[in-house]
Nanobody, 114 residues
Framework: QVQLVESGGGLVQPGGSLTLSCATS????????LNWYRQAPGKQREWVAD???????NYAGSVKGRFTISRDNARKTIELQMNNLKPEDTAVYYC????????WGQGTQVTVSS
């Protein structure tokens, strides 16, 4: 059974930092790439970043230079280090993987506000 469990969200002031984690189970973690997505209130879910099985990374233009995605194959987790957060980063952040089926975590809320 594939499981993705996000953690690390919270309330942070503009310019602050947060690190999100996604703990996974139920699939051979090391051979798959994973994604982070986010959904802001009233908006469609959007892709944020991905990391390949070989540690290649890609970022949406809106977060490039501020966010860093990483993976730990031993712990079967991925992280999203978010720096210089802006109010427009406020959203529920989701971990995602495409296997034969598509799987999502339950999401973790990030709120950037003074």
């Amino acid at each position: 059974q594939v499981q993705l469990v996000e953690s690390g969200g919270g309330l942070v002031q503009p310019g602050g930092s947060l690190t999100l984690s996604c703990a996974t189970s139920g699939f051979p973690f090391s051979i798959y790439g994973l994604n982070w997505y986010r959904q802001a209130p009233g908006k469609q879910r959007e892709w944020v970043a991905d990391i390949t099985s070989l540690d290649g990374t890609n970022y949406a233009g809106s977060v490039k230079g501020r966010f860093t995605i990483s993976r730990d194959n031993a712990r079967k987790t991925i992280e999203l280090q978010m720096n210089n957060l802006k109010p427009e980063d406020t959203a529920v952040y989701y971990c995602h993987i495409q296997l034969r089926d598509e799987y999502w975590g339950q999401g973790t809320q990030v709120t950037v506000s003074s």
